[in-house]
């Protein structure tokens, strides 16, 4: 028989944890058991949840809790992630102090999911960048601005030789620059920076509108040149991230933004965790490029809870290409190296305001980041090799500090 | 000009709140402002988002926090849920401890929106039931069962008199009872009933898979004599609800349950309140009839938090059709003159264990709430009630209690 797996936390002060467990197993699936007569308990058992661990702690601030894992098996529920997520949290999601903190996936239920179709390799191979970490940029302000604006804001950045560059979350469908518009007028200024410096850019194009009308518009994008998607799955579930993901027609990367995400993982005591939202169901559901917000910046997560995305996003234990990690908010170039030693190299540094906001402008920007990654590289640090004449890098460093 | 404002409590020992509101303002919206010249704040004015109160509060328990107001202008985001969301919790749902509390939407904003096909008006007049309060019964275990299992708690819990049935909401699409066969044998079994009782049953049938596929799944539900649909919101996301609800194919109510809302609403400190999630979304994204759990039973929420719930499912404020308020979770006939009481008519109760666990079975069990129903309207005890004759009420006090 085959199960999927939910660990979960529960904060009581007193409730007998082993038989909430076991209340969760069986009513989470067959409803009830120790009622059922011997013969119907024989042709339900394929259908009963099983209680696989419960350990019981105290935390250092004297609250009791336990560590529940309950397997639910594969006959229960179709292989996609709403019922996946309806069977293991679904109502119990509003019983108690309850979090999902993991999942574990059947090889059965993972057949049905062929994860990212390019992932940090096939990324690194559009790009032809095979080793070094990649740099994105996120447009500065975009509402309001027409397609003159954005394509100018596009070429300084691109001139600052970034690897990507993604729209703001916020940015809809509207009349100035609506999706086939501002997707033509980018891989244009992206061409014409090629032209010049030879160095290709992927733009991600934010995808939004109405849930049944997304692939008519990742195709009309496509069909304007767009080389990459960018996608607020937890605004519209992370079903629609695997649809658009596993459609032929959709062969360019997708990249997955955290937004909303804040109202999930925060609480210990609710929720979900970082690592399954932003780290698991992203990868399974086929992110090629995940963001999540970063320990070092602005918004800030744990770096114990960064790293446990980072761990499901490459993790080999799921047969899946792996999403390229992009920690995300507050990011600037004396940060480097601190990424760099808590990522590696399979990492996407990304700066909206650690860009547009250098002294001499975006481009300057890109190139300070640029001169971060090639120092952190070269394991020179940032000082020295900023007095080694690289002038973009040493007004950063003046601005926002170095190394922590 | 035009916005939409969303209320927020932020809590934070120390912050400066008036800066945090206006950073949320500014951020969420042009980006940028006390840099822009003067000239371009002239052009962006038509963007910027706008703090409209910050008010400072100190908790019982000695926790600082403020509930702030911000005008988001419609011209920034298109007129769907997903973009709403994301433009006004977004990222600043990762951004401290931050609840998103209320939602105020502009005309602009309704107009794309339709509300409730149905409402409580119309699932009262398919029902010919003008004025008393409705009942509902879920089936209890449904997982591994085949058709004819099926049929037979159908036909068990229509006997009983109930207004509405409803699938658990963990009855994915399966080959033993897939959703077209569910529907028919249903129907059938309802018809069935009807031609015996002379009274009418809707049977929501749980609409589930892939997301593309729920209007074909929907259709086909309608094409094998549907009369009522149930989605887990949640899961699909508000759009998708959304988007079933305007198709005018899809002419039979739809019943929202709140599978995974937990994740969202009950901690103080982060995620999204009950009376967003399960009352303004739904309602405006056009759910005949809403599930939340009640204040009463197994799964229990506030009162205050239920009462907001309710306020915004019937609330003048929209302009849409009222959506049906079915609080859930550990109802038993005892407890129907308080929900009358919190409720009024205008409410479905709504049980499983209340029904199936009845001494005599699941027919009793409905008599019971029938019963339960009819004494609370008549004034009289429900004691009193049960003692005139009424034995399956009586047996249902005596199992679970009387009145609180």
Redesign the interface.
Same mark, same amino acid.
């Given at each position: 028989m085959s199960y999927c797996i939910a660990s979960y936390r529960c904060y009581d002060s007193k409730a007998d944890f082993h038989k909430k467990a076991s209340s969760i197993a069986i009513g989470?699936?067959?409803?009830?058991w120790t009622e059922l007569p011997a013969a119907k308990q024989q042709?339900?058992k394929?259908?009963l949840g099983e209680v696989i661990s419960v350990d019981v702690h105290e935390s250092e601030q004297g609250e009791r809790y336990a560590d529940i894992q309950i397997a639910y098996p594969d006959?229960?529920?179709?292989s996609?992630?709403?019922?996946l997520?309806?069977?293991v949290? =679904?109502?119990?999601?509003?019983?108690g102090?309850?979090k999902?903190t993991n999942l574990q996936f059947s090889d059965t239920f993972l057949k049905a999911f062929t994860g990212p179709k390019f992932g940090i390799e096939g990324v690194r191979r559009i790009l032809g960048i095979p080793e070094r970490p990649l740099l994105m940029s996120i447009f500065?302000?975009?509402?309001?601005h027409d397609l003159d604006e954005l394509t100018r804001q596009f070429t300084a950045q691109a001139l600052g030789g970034v690897d990507l560059i993604k729209d703001?979350?916020?940015l809809?469908?509207?009349d100035l620059t609506p999706i086939e518009k501002r997707v033509a007028a980018c891989r244009k200024a992206a061409d014409d920076v090629q032209a010049q410096t030879g160095k290709k850019v992927l733009y991600a194009a934010n995808l939004?509108?109405?849930?049944?009308h997304l692939?008519e518009q990742a195709k009309k994008a496509i069909d304007s040149g767009a080389n990459a998607l960018l996608l607020?799955v937890l605004?519209? =579930?992370y079903?629609?991230l695997?649809?658009l993901a596993r459609d032929p027609e959709i062969n360019i990367p997708i990249m997955a933004?955290?937004?909303?995400?804040?109202?999930?993982y925060?609480?210990p005591?609710?929720?979900?965790s970082a690592s399954v939202l932003l780290g698991q169901l992203m990868r399974i559901a086929g992110a090629d490029l995940v963001l999540f917000?970063s320990p070092y910046g602005?918004?800030v997560?744990p770096k114990e809870e960064n790293m446990a995305i980072r761990e499901q996003l490459v993790s080999p234990e799921l047969p899946f290409r792996h999403s390229f990690p992009v920690p995300s908010?507050g990011i600037h170039p004396g940060l480097v190296p601190l990424i760099l030693k808590d990522f590696g190299n399979e990492v996407i540094i990304n700066a909206g305001g650690g860009i547009h906001g250098h002294p001499e402008g975006a481009s300057a920007g890109g190139k300070a980041f640029q001169q971060a990654i090639d120092a952190a590289l070269a394991g020179t640090s940032l000082a020295d090799y900023a007095a080694q004449g690289h002038h973009e890098l040493r007004q950063a460093l003046e601005l926002w500090g170095g190394e922590r």
């Amino acid at each position: 028989m085959s199960y999927c797996i939910a660990s979960y936390r529960c904060y009581d002060s007193k409730a007998d944890f082993h038989k909430k467990a076991s209340s969760i197993a069986i009513g989470m699936t067959v409803g009830s058991w120790t009622e059922l007569p011997a013969a119907k308990q024989q042709s339900m058992k394929k259908h009963l949840g099983e209680v696989i661990s419960v350990d019981v702690h105290e935390s250092e601030q004297g609250e009791r809790y336990a560590d529940i894992q309950i397997a639910y098996p594969d006959a229960n529920f179709s292989s996609d992630i709403p019922a996946l997520l309806i069977t293991v949290f =679904g109502k119990i999601s509003m019983d108690g102090q309850i979090k999902l903190t993991n999942l574990q996936f059947s090889d059965t239920f993972l057949k049905a999911f062929t994860g990212p179709k390019f992932g940090i390799e096939g990324v690194r191979r559009i790009l032809g960048i095979p080793e070094r970490p990649l740099l994105m940029s996120i447009f500065k302000s975009v509402i309001g601005h027409d397609l003159d604006e954005l394509t100018r804001q596009f070429t300084a950045q691109a001139l600052g030789g970034v690897d990507l560059i993604k729209d703001d979350e916020i940015l809809f469908e509207n009349d100035l620059t609506p999706i086939e518009k501002r997707v033509a007028a980018c891989r244009k200024a992206a061409d014409d920076v090629q032209a010049q410096t030879g160095k290709k850019v992927l733009y991600a194009a934010n995808l939004t509108g109405h849930t049944f009308h997304l692939k008519e518009q990742a195709k009309k994008a496509i069909d304007s040149g767009a080389n990459a998607l960018l996608l607020n799955v937890l605004a519209y =579930g992370y079903d629609v991230l695997h649809e658009l993901a596993r459609d032929p027609e959709i062969n360019i990367p997708i990249m997955a933004h955290p937004s909303l995400a804040g109202a999930y993982y925060p609480s210990p005591y609710y929720g979900i965790s970082a690592s399954v939202l932003l780290g698991q169901l992203m990868r399974i559901a086929g992110a090629d490029l995940v963001l999540f917000p970063s320990p070092y910046g602005s918004v800030v997560m744990p770096k114990e809870e960064n790293m446990a995305i980072r761990e499901q996003l490459v993790s080999p234990e799921l047969p899946f290409r792996h999403s390229f990690p992009v920690p995300s908010a507050g990011i600037h170039p004396g940060l480097v190296p601190l990424i760099l030693k808590d990522f590696g190299n399979e990492v996407i540094i990304n700066a909206g305001g650690g860009i547009h906001g250098h002294p001499e402008g975006a481009s300057a920007g890109g190139k300070a980041f640029q001169q971060a990654i090639d120092a952190a590289l070269a394991g020179t640090s940032l000082a020295d090799y900023a007095a080694q004449g690289h002038h973009e890098l040493r007004q950063a460093l003046e601005l926002w500090g170095g190394e922590r």
